[in-house]
RNA sequence: GGGGUCGUAGCUCAAUUGGUUAGAGUACUGGACUGUCGAUCCAGUGGUUGCGGGUUCGAGUCCCGUCGACCUCGCCA
């Protein structure tokens, strides 16, 4: 080892030792006759004094060191003078009197210092990466996943899961995410596709016997980048047999308990809350719902019907609804341009035809542009079915169904952050439950999964398969903290021949379904126990514990907004030899 | 594919209505200083205002295009 201690390592105890410190130069404070220096490595940071007594070359080496140096420093543990030690330092009662420095390596100027007090802008910090790891909130997050990586691997090994590796290299399925493809050489011509989740592979281990499985597996979705969206993202992934949703929730249930215990210090109670998605959908607007904070979707459609305003009438008449939300005590909070602002908020955003408003004055009176279109008596209505009291802000939307859910979950969670209806550290767990087995896609004209093609549906909606596929509820549960789908599962069929009906009603025909998942159908002939699993979103769980607000910080090398590497470059030109191996042929538009 | 914010010194930012030689802090370089810890003090270097075009007597500022980062809608079984 070049070093007998870290630089976070060293206290009072160690005082007389000869120590040696390897680490790279954080500050430097020159005083002309003593210099300071404190000596940097993701341990802490060790003050380094060069003072007259000492070597003279040594004073002169200590000058010219530079930030972001390499260097090993070996020296006598010695205790501050009175009155100097350091609060702010775990190492901070202690200094090491310089007897030898090395240079291990010097650092060009960095563009970016690691404990400057502004964060750089985000494009430096990925293009420097090595540098902006370096920086302490970045070793908190990193560490942060590593712990929880750890408690994840420890309490699922308690429970007698295994974790298996599955494949990189598979089979493309058209249904889902777009597909990030590798074409093969052997091949030519043909294509793997990169997991967009080990969902298949899992189903197959649960047949193969492997009751408990788990894995922290890397996953690929050619998508558009969000905030909390990455190409290439890690999923905790399992699946068990003979179960049931209980039983998976439950599992989850206790992860969350301890995750929280132990990287946060909360307490959960257990079980948490639960909500159908038809009541998430009624309440909130969205099946992932921020629950942090009340300010629930009131449904005043009854009484919009009735209005003299054409608006909401007639939105009513053509099956719309008229919904909306009370902001408590925001009538002052928002001036007419701040709800022009909301407004176009909702109409550029979500396809809202606009916003309706009330601020709510004395008496609970009702006052807007739009008021003199209603009764006093419709006006009194709405106050009191929105709760309203003085200083509150309603806000309506009249449109589709979709679109009154969309808006306002928008709108609600917009007021919910610049209200700051809920505490900087607030955490909140729950299930939805019960989701709709299809969604109708207008575009495709078909029945589409909503969650995906092997969920098991409620067997009491069985018989509905058929008839009304649309009230037919899927075994779903989607775990959500803060607002965030944190992950989802559902029971998998393990009947060939219900998995054959679903297929059907998708729209996908026997000879597709056996050319990509006939492995499966085949494999469900031979004695497939009933199974069920979930998958949870790494990233997303480590910004959601980390207080986090963007999955990027929460990896060491992500991907930007248009999916390159800007460290590395990344995608790049190849070699016209490697596509002439592959088969491959660039077209150029 | 659509909407939006941003791009000025190595870094973080400022620059009035379009108006003189584009500033500040910090970093960097040199100097002073024996107890600092974001050390301090003095001096200095540092700019193709992302790139290309246009309007104008005059553009960091306005217009068009383009590149890049971020947010977002669509998309994400």
């Known amino acids: 080892m ?143 996943r590593h712990r929880m990586v750890k408690l994840i691997r420890d309490y699922f090994d308690e429970r007698g899961f295994i974790d298996i590796e599955t494949p990189m290299l598979g089979r493309s399925t058209p249904e889902g995410a777009r597909d990030y493809l590798v074409p093969s050489r052997v091949q030519p011509g043909t294509f793997y596709a990169l997991p967009q989740s080990p969902q298949l592979y899992k189903q197959i281990l649960m047949i193969a016997g492997y009751d408990r499985y788990v894995q922290i597996a890397r996953c690929f979705r050619d998508e558009d980048l969000r905030a909390d969206r990455q190409p290439e993202f890690t999923q905790l992934d399992l699946e068990m047999a003979f179960v049931d949703a209980n039983d998976v929730i ?43 904070f009340g300010m629930e979707l009131v449904d005043v459609s009854d009484l919009a019907a009735t209005a003299d305003f054409r608006v909401f009438r007639e939105t009513v008449a053509s099956g719309g609804k008229v919904r909306g939300l009370n902001a408590k005590n925001a009538a002052d909070r928002y001036s007419r341009k701040g709800i022009d602002e909301l407004t176009g908020y ?5 396809g809202a035809k606009g916003l309706a408003w009330f601020k709510v004055g004395d008496e609970r009176r009702l006052a807007s542009p739009i008021a003199k279109n209603f009764s006093d008596e419709t006006l009194a209505r709405i106050a009191e079915r929105m709760q309203a009291e003085p200083g509150d802000l309603l806000l309506l939307i ?63 909606d069985r018989a509905m398969l058929a008839g009304e596929p649309e009230k037919c509820r899927a075994q779903a549960y989607d775990l959500v ?48 126990p009933p199974h069920g699993g979930i ?43 490697q596509l002439r191996e592959l088969g491959v042929k660039i077209i150029r538009e």
Request: aromatic share 8%.
């Open 2 to 144: 070049l070093r007998t201690h870290t630089c976070g390592e060293l206290r009072a105890d160690q005082i007389g030792q000869e120590v040696t410190l390897c680490g790279w130069i954080d500050t430097c404070r020159d005083h002309g006759g003593t210099l300071f220096i404190d000596l940097r490595d993701r341990y802490g940071k060790t003050q380094i004094v060069f003072a007259p007594e000492g070597e003279a070359a040594n004073l002169e080496a200590g000058r010219r060191l530079r930030s972001e140096d390499v260097v090993s420093i070996s020296g006598k543990v010695a205790p501050r003078p009175a009155g100097t030690e350091n609060a702010d330092l775990a190492t901070g009662q202690i200094e090491v009197r310089v007897r030898r420095v090395e240079v291990l390596n010097k650092s060009k100027v960095p563009p970016m210092k690691p404990s400057a007090k502004e964060q750089p802008s985000e494009d430096l910090r990925l293009k420097y990466r090595f540098l902006d790891l370096r920086r302490p909130e970045m070793q908190r997050t990193l560490i942060l």
């Open 535 to 577: 998958a949870l979103g790494l990233d997303r769980l480590v910004m959601l514990f980390g207080g986090l607000d963007n999955i990027r910080d929460c990896i060491a090398f992500p991907k930007t907004q248009r999916a390159t590497d800007m460290m590395t470059g990344a995608p790049g030109q190849v070699d016209g030899n």
């Open 398 to 460: 009249a449109d589709k169904w979709e679109v009154t859910c969309k808006a306002l979950n928008g709108l609600r969670r917009r007021l919910g952050a610049e209200l700051e209806l809920y505490q900087p550290g607030q955490m909140h767990f729950s299930w939805v439950v019960e989701f709709p087995m299809f969604e109708y896609d207008r575009e495709e004209a078909c029945w589409a999964a909503m969650h995906h093609p092997f969920t098991s549906p409620r067997p009491q």
């Open 346 to 350: 909702v109409t550029g955003d979500f």
């Open 250 to 292: 439950g599992v989850i249930d206790g992860l969350m308990a301890r995750l929280a215990r132990e990287l946060l210090g909360i307490e959960l109670s257990l079980p948490l809350p639960r909500m159908t998605y038809d009541e998430a959908m009624e309440r909130f607007g969205h099946d992932a719902p921020d629950l942090r």
């Open 481 to 528: 903290i803060n607002g965030f789908e944190a992950g989802g599962g559902t029971i998998r069929i393990h009947d060939q021949k219900l998995q054959s009906q679903v297929f059907r009603l998708l729209g996908i025909d026997e000879q597709t379904a056996a050319t990509r998942f006939g492995f499966l159908l085949d494999a469900l002939q031979y004695g497939a």
